[in-house]
């Protein structure tokens, strides 16, 4: 999806948008959207302006409304990210149109997306997003799982941020590879 269109005389990489997914949207999704942000919305990073919407959701509405764990946050906020607000919302059936990436954390928030997407196109709904394991962009040649940190302590939370990080930086490189590289 690194595709290009003219403008002003040169060729500009088409921006993309990205939806990340776990269960309840407090601790996984929200600390990947988080982390990718914080990548793709610095200005002197090399791929600021190539990103459109970024968002994250859960495939239950256990936590709707309610702002990310607590956990999440000092995680965050202990490597730098100290500006992300985000209220957890529900999957719906518009991400599958309005984002052209959605990554679920693990597999079994892969199997309710693509059981979700499935059910959405029988009813004539049309969808253009790559629905994938984020972990797919590990950059170890592995498929790699986020877990649930949420009833582990602090030490899960910050593997959870590393991978999210690791994950970001080769999901753009892989995706905009003539863009300059990030620094990690």
């Avoid at 200005?43 to 302006?49: E, G």
Wanted: glycine share 8%.
């Amino acid at each position: 999806m690194s595709s290009t269109t003219a403008t002003s005389g040169s060729a500009q990489p088409q921006k993309i948008s990205v939806l990340f997914v776990c269960l309840g949207n407090i601790c996984r999704s929200t600390m990947a959207e988080g982390v990718f942000r914080s990548i793709v919305q610095d200005k002197s990073s090399p791929y600021y302006n190539l990103i459109g919407k970024v968002d994250s959701c859960g495939t239950g509405g256990y936590h709707t409304g309610d702002g990310p764990d607590s956990r999440t946050m000092s995680t965050l906020a202990d490597n730098g990210i100290t500006n992300y607000v985000h209220a957890a919302r529900k999957l719906r059936d518009s991400d599958f149109r309005d984002f052209d990436y959605i990554f679920a954390m693990d597999n079994s928030n892969l199997s309710d997306l693509q059981r979700w997407n499935n059910r959405g196109k029988k009813s004539s709904s049309s969808s253009k997003a790559q629905v994938m394991l984020f972990g797919e962009y590990s950059g170890t040649g592995r498929k790699e799982v986020v877990q649930d940190p949420y009833y582990n302590g602090r030490d899960a939370f910050e593997k959870a941020f590393e991978q999210c990080k690791r994950f970001s930086t080769n999901f753009l490189e892989q995706t905009f590879p003539d863009v300059t590289k990030t620094t990690t």
